[in-house]
Nanobody, 125 residues
Framework: QVQLVESGGGLVQAGGPPRSPCAASGRTFSTYAMGWFRQAPGKEREFVAVIRWSGGSPFYADSAKGRFTISRDNAKKTVYLQMNSLKPEDTAVYYC??????????????????WGQGTQVTVSS
């Protein structure tokens, strides 16, 4: 069992970089891939980024490439999403998630087993 708690959201200026940590509890944290999804108002939840249990080979949505960086610290049981060059269209509730998705289905919500409650990130222009 893994429980996830996000923090670090809030109102930010466009271009400003918040870093959103997600703290996990549970003894098996290090065996899971950790990811971030987001849901903007009126839109479906979408994949943002994922990182394997080893910390290697992070994978990003096209909208996040070059701007967002996902990382993890297994000793602290925490995964981070560093967001740079933020745009108003990045405004969304950001959800942390844990699972063991196959490579071909890494963007699918259903492949992840555990979810945080979400943290709101609002980007002002």
């Amino acid at each position: 069992q893994v429980q996830l708690v996000e923090s670090g959201g809030g109102l930010v200026q466009a271009g400003g970089p918040p870093r959103s940590p997600c703290a996990a509890s549970g003894r098996t944290f290090s065996t899971y891939a950790m990811g971030w999804f987001r849901q903007a108002p009126g839109k479906e939840r979408e994949f943002v980024a994922v990182i394997r249990w080893s910390g290697g080979s992070p994978f990003y949505a096209d909208s996040a490439k070059g701007r967002f960086t996902i990382s993890r610290d297994n000793a602290k049981k925490t995964v981070y999403l560093q967001m740079n060059s933020l745009k108003p269209e990045d405004t969304a509730v950001y959800y942390c998630t844990a699972g063991q998705p196959g490579l071909g289905v890494i963007r699918r919500q259903g492949e992840y087993d555990y979810w945080g409650q979400g943290t709101q990130v609002t980007v002002s222009s």
